[in-house]
Structures are given as C-alpha cells and as structure tokens.
T-cell receptor
Framework: GESVGLHLPTLSVQEGDNSIINCAYS??????FIWYKQESGKGPQFIID?????DKRQGQRVTVLLNKTVKHLSLQIAATQPGDSAVYFC??????????FGKGTMLLVSP | EPEVTQTPSHQVTQMGQEVILRCVPI?????FYWYRQILGQKVEFLVS????????KSEIFDDQFSVERPDGSNFTLKIRSTKLEDSAMYFC????????????FGSGTRLTVV
C-alpha cells in the first residue's frame, strides 16, 4: 500500500511568484476533481474543481489543469500571496459522493 | 455564507471511553459525511449518510463507529471505545446533492485519546 509519513512535500516561493502544485490521482474512472486549501487548525476549503471532460479550468488567480492520460492534476496560483500559505490537497470523486484525497503539498510564501 | 459547525473543537478522552462528535450541517443539505485526518496524513473518508441511513462507509468505519441524525439539525459520530489510534481531526461535511460537488467541510474536532 501507499506509505504516508509526517513530512509533506513543501513548495517555497516568494510573494508575487506563480506557484504550481502537482498531484497524481489513482483512479482512471474518477470523473470529478477538486483542489482544497487547508490552513492550520481548519477544515478543507474548496478552491476550484474540474470535470473529466475538461482539461483546463480557470478561477480567480487559480487554474487547474487535468491530464487524464497520465492521471495528473495541477493547481497554478498566480501572483502568490502570503495568505496563500497552507496545505493544498487534490481530491478525486471515487464513488457516489466519496472523495479520495491526495497526500497534500505545503505551500510557503515568503514576503 | 452558510457553514458546517462542529463541536467541540477539541476533545480529550481516555482510552476505552465513548465519545460523541457533533456537527450541524448546512440547513438545506441532505447528504452528510465524516472524514478524519491523522496528524500529518491525508484526509480519509469514513462514512456518508442520507435519508437516515448510511450510504457508504470505508474500511476504517468499523463496529466501534456509528452515526446518527438525532434531530432535524444535528449529525453525530460516536466512537464506542476509543483507542489511541483514533486520535485525529474529524471533519464533518455536507452537500445539497449526492455528488462531491458542493461539499462544505466544518472546521473539525481534534480528538486526543490518552
């Protein structure tokens, strides 16, 4: 099985840079994907989603890219701000309304 | 903006004790969920609930866990005999439709079993 530990992958960027966070998903039958932001001590907060019939979707300062061929999802954050510092999770819809979460990436934004 | 409310925010309990974690989902939502997150690990699905019965449950959701909607507003998770490994953040979520679209998570209850 998959091993998970206490150490998250970490992306450190300077304020104003663009950030790209990557995620590999597991189920080729998943048809809906979501990026969540989780700040310390809080629950996952919806950022952006994408359905499997799309390969790109844009929101305010965020873009999600989906590559179904290699089962890869990415989140791009433009002009990253210190308030963007958090752990980012991708999640896939794996049955009815169940979500399967990825391991998470910690984004650290320096002023 | 509507919120999912969870109480308490932090619960400390002795091993073997029963705990009940409480959630008030968004009022017009019909589907309810519990997830947990062990410290430093990913969020894991426990159970989904609709129309007063369990829709889906994971392998984690064994006989020591149960869920209930005791009234029109609350949704509870009971752990009958807590173990050290039950220590985690427990998140409640709700959605209007039977789809992961439109999930709203609560802020969680940190359960510490000592």
């Amino acid at each position: 099985g998959e091993s998970v530990g206490l150490h998250l992958p970490t992306l450190s960027v300077q304020e104003g840079d663009n950030s790209i966070i990557n995620c590999a998903y597991s189920n080729s039958a998943s048809d809906y994907f979501i990026w969540y932001k989780q700040e310390s001590g809080k629950g996952p907060q919806f950022i952006i989603d994408i359905r499997s019939n799309m390969d790109k979707r844009q929101g305010q300062r965020v873009t999600v890219l989906l590559n179904k061929t290699v089962k890869h999802l990415s989140l791009q954050i433009a002009a990253t701000q210190p308030g963007d510092s958090a752990v980012y999770f991708c999640a896939e819809n794996s049955g009815y309304s169940t979500l399967t979460f990825g391991k998470g990436t910690m984004l650290l934004v320096s002023p | 903006e509507p919120e999912v409310t969870q109480t308490p925010s932090h619960q400390v309990t002795q091993m073997g004790q029963e705990v009940i974690l409480r959630c008030v989902p968004i009022s017009n939502h019909l589907y309810f969920y519990w997830y947990r997150q062990i410290l430093g690990q990913k969020v894991e699905f426990l159970v989904s609930f609709y129309n007063n019965e369990i829709s889906e449950k994971s392998e984690i959701f064994d006989d020591q866990f149960s869920v209930e909607r005791p009234d029109g507003s609350n949704f509870t998770l009971k752990i009958r005999s807590t173990k050290l490994e039950d220590s985690a953040m427990y998140f409640c979520a709700s959605s209007e439709q039977q789809t992961s679209y439109g999930y709203t998570f609560g802020s969680g209850t940190r359960l510490t079993v000592v």
